[in-house]
């Protein structure tokens, strides 16, 4: 708001400047064609707040889905160490077959004694 009453009173000054040296229709012009200025200057500056607004509030929204994000994956990070630690306490095909063979082994040495 500081920037529109800035602006306010130095179009004021320059409204007094430009009076002493024109006639009444060119001041009636001038004075319109100022307003007419001085208006715009106010919407963009309306304009500008919004818009402002609007980031905040996506910025926050943002913030907010950051914060959701990054548990989830905090949540997925720990499942899979869960995971790997079950992963690594079973055995591998390998391993299995080769006590499978050892099995079958003792069970023929034990028919046989």
């Given at each position: 708001?500081?920037?529109?009453?800035?602006?306010?009173?130095?179009?004021?000054?320059?409204?007094?400047?430009?009076?002493?040296?024109?006639?009444?229709?060119?001041?009636?012009?001038?004075?319109?064609?100022?307003?007419?200025?001085?208006?715009?200057?106010?919407?963009?500056?309306d304009s500008h707040q919004f818009l402002n607004q609007k980031v905040d509030?996506?910025?926050?929204?943002?913030?907010?889905?950051?914060?959701?994000?990054?548990?989830?994956?905090?949540?997925?990070?720990?499942?899979?160490?869960?995971?790997?630690?079950?992963?690594?306490?079973?055995?591998?095909?390998?391993?299995?077959?080769?006590?499978?063979?050892?099995?079958?082994?003792?069970?023929?040495?034990?028919?046989?004694?």
């Open positions: 708001m500081f920037a529109t009453e800035w602006r306010t009173l130095n179009m004021i000054k320059k409204k007094k400047a430009v009076k002493k040296n024109l006639n009444t229709n060119e001041q009636n012009y001038v004075e319109v064609l100022l307003e007419d200025i001085n208006s715009k200057f106010d919407f963009l500056v509030t996506l910025d926050q929204k943002v913030d907010a889905l950051d914060f959701s994000l990054n548990q989830k994956i905090d949540v997925i990070a720990e499942e899979i160490h869960l995971i790997r630690n079950d992963l690594k306490e079973k055995i591998s095909r390998d391993e299995f077959i080769l006590l499978e063979k050892r099995v079958i082994f003792l069970e023929r040495a034990k028919t046989k004694a």
